[in-house]
């Protein structure tokens, strides 16, 4: 069953907090009814006929932990008479001594893969909002209405942007120049609706949207568009591309299909949220056994067993986390090969009709195969990357085979292929840099090389190439002299030098994550690029791999 929606938030507690406790419950309770509650609360299954045909299954569970925090749970499951579709909806409250804690999650059985679904909260994520009186989720406020920002108030938002502590993503929503000057405010009214809970919705007029461009550049939002803003710090010079853009044309044209998409992206980034480890009481071992006999032989067996079973939660959330990392990470790589895809093709496109223009169209085709006598458009795994650029790059790039770091690693698993051809763009684009450098070309250095839009360079963002290290990794004698590797006597007397630029051949993969690491030397001596490291990233630690 597929999770859509999940909001979670806190309250603090104070005098009144049993009462909103209770009125809680009976919210739940009362939207569990459709509205139409006939019988008190009350614990146990019961069902509800739903008018729009079908049956809710409904059952509640309410206990105190032996920690004293009153726990809540209701569940429903809504069986259609006209499809095999089930959504169920389950809310969770604990009222402790500090806080109210507040859980809502949404979920989605189908036989059918290809469902259209329309996602956003369920109604009574507003009606216990309404019951919070400051509700937070991590460091992020938690809110259901518009906030607007005028101009003088964009510092304000731009800090929160900044924030490391946001956890809740942000939707700004910004007035148009001309048409549509009408309806963006009920767009983003629209958006807060089904977003609330699990997303923040800012809207800036005219004057706010230009404060907002003078301080993000191009990580701000241009006039009439909306744009999500991720859970990551957002500053003028941090990475843009995650924050997905919706332009005022593709709003005006589409209009009910980029609130989807908006909804969608927050709605499907909430599911990903860690459940609090306060939430576990409901599926705790202890509080779900039969009551057994008083006597310290059951209180012990009782202690073991709720103690494994925390450390085995404990464990597979730590794996579970892992995994979606990883998977966050290669479904980004995904995206960006996707887009330089579609670029190169059009790249293609525009080469193909000047060739046809000019009569040599036949060039583009009889060049489009490996003649087996050129470099090799592709390598088997990273190792061979290394060789056939010590074979065919050497005139503008020097890999000393002490450059092969734990490749075994590497070669056998199931990226190895990806990761070898990545692996051999990355050293072609640093030769084919180190070429042009000796052709002649002063634009700069490897990074501003690769913004230039030369053929054969490499991405030139901080997801995909690194030209230093942080603060913390060169003032740590242990992790700065793992970055020591082996050189040729002429930059060296020892032959080693430290190097901190790097390619970051994959963002998946954990530990094992490859990194090729160089030095540029095309000003000096030898006029090429030094290879003094390819291997795991494991090999070149830093504070947060630690």
């Not at 005098?15 to 509205?35: C, I, L, N, V």
């Not at 069986?79 to 809310?91: G, H, K």
């Not at 489009?368 to 790059?393: K, M, N, S």
């Amino acid at each position: 069953m597929a999770i859509l929606y999940r909001a979670i938030w806190s309250d603090p507690a104070s005098e009144d907090s049993a009462e909103r406790f209770t009125r809680m419950k009976d919210h739940a309770w009362s939207w569990a009814h459709e509205g139409e509650v006939a019988q008190p609360l009350q614990d146990g299954p019961t069902s509800h006929p739903l008018r729009q045909g079908g049956t809710r299954a409904i059952a509640v569970r309410a206990f105190t932990t032996p920690e004293g925090v009153d726990a809540f749970e209701l569940a429903t499951e809504d069986a259609s008479t006209t499809t095999t579709t089930i959504w169920s909806t389950t809310v969770r409250l604990l009222h402790g001594t500090d806080e109210l804690t507040v859980l809502v999650e949404n979920r989605m059985d189908s036989d059918i893969p290809t469902e259209e679904i329309s996602r956003g909260r369920p109604r009574v994520v507003h009606h216990l909002l309404q019951e919070s009186t400051a509700p937070t989720f991590g460091g992020s406020r938690v809110a259901g209405e518009v906030m607007p920002f005028p101009a003088a108030g964009v510092g304000v938002l731009t800090e929160v942007l900044a924030s490391d502590d946001r956890e809740m993503p942000v939707i700004v929503c910004t007035e148009p120049d001309g048409q549509d000057a009408d309806t963006w405010g009920k767009t983003a009214e629209v958006i807060a609706k089904r977003s609330e809970g699990v997303a923040l919705v800012v809207t800036l007029d005219r004057a706010a949207t230009a404060t907002l461009a003078e301080a993000l550049g191009t990580n701000a939002v241009h006039s009439g568009g909306i744009r999500v803003y991720l859970p990551t710090p957002v500053t003028r010079w941090s990475e843009g591309r995650q924050h997905r853009f919706y332009s005022a044309r593709r709003l005006h044209e589409r209009r009910e299909i980029v609130i989807d998409r908006v909804v969608d992206t927050v709605a499907e980034l909430s599911t990903r949220r860690r459940m609090p480890r306060a939430f576990r009481v409901f599926s705790d071992p202890v509080l779900a056994a039969p009551v057994l006999e008083d006597g310290a032989a059951s209180a012990d067996v009782l202690a073991a067993l709720r103690e494994e079973w925390s450390e085995l939660v404990d464990q597979a959330e730590s794996d579970l986390q892992g995994l979606e990392t990883e998977r966050d990470a290669l479904r980004s790589e995904r995206d960006d090969a996707q887009e330089e895809l579609a670029s190169s093709i059009a790249h293609l496109n525009r080469l193909r009709e000047v060739l046809r223009e000019d009569g040599k169209e036949h060039l583009l085709f009889a060049t489009e195969h490996d003649t087996g006598d050129t470099i090799p458009d592709t390598v088997e795994d990273i190792d061979e990357a290394i060789t056939a650029a010590q074979g065919y790059l050497q005139e503008w790039l020097a890999v000393p085979d002490g450059a092969r770091r734990d490749l075994a690693k590497l070669t056998t698993t199931s990226n190895a292929s990806a990761w070898g051809n990545t692996t051999w763009r990355g050293l072609r684009a640093l030769a084919g840099y180190a070429r042009d450098r000796r052709e002649g070309w002063e634009g700069g250095g490897f990074w501003q090389w690769c913004e230039s839009g030369r053929p054969g360079t490499w991405p030139a963002t901080v997801k995909k190439l690194s030209m230093t290290e942080s603060d913390s990794v060169v003032h740590s004698s242990r992790h700065y002299d793992a970055r020591l590797f082996p050189v040729e006597e002429t930059l060296s007397s020892d032959g080693r030098i430290h190097m901190v630029a790097h390619l970051k051949i994959a963002e998946g993969g954990g530990n094992l994550a490859p990194r090729v690491y160089f030095l540029d030397d095309t000003g000096g001596a030898t006029g090429k690029i030094h290879v003094g490291f390819v291997g795991p990233h494991y090999l070149v630690p830093n504070k947060s791999t630690n």
